[in-house]
């Protein structure tokens, strides 16, 4: 990872940003000394949204009891 003096990252700044922008990190040293480690930005995942499905599915109207008759069956061994 190269290292970068402050003078030097002042001086060149927007061929650092570019650089970082195209994947590459490095580190700003004061005296020798490293300070910062600057990393490209990602974007965070845009948020989840909720009901992004409504009206392209429907539910019926006896879904809480689809499938009740096998599932008691299976329960009391008549299957």
């Known amino acids: 990872m190269e290292q970068v003096n402050i003078h030097a990252a002042k001086t060149h700044l927007s061929a650092l940003i570019e650089k970082a922008a195209a994947g ?31 009206g392209r599915i429907s539910v019926p109207t006896d879904f809480d009891s689809l499938g009740s008759e096998e599932i008691s069956a299976l329960f009391e061994g008549k299957a």
């Open 24 to 54: 590459e990190s490095f580190i700003i040293a004061k005296a020798g000394r490293p300070l910062v480690i600057v990393n490209p930005y990602t974007a965070p995942a845009p948020p989840r949204r909720i009901g992004f499905m409504k």
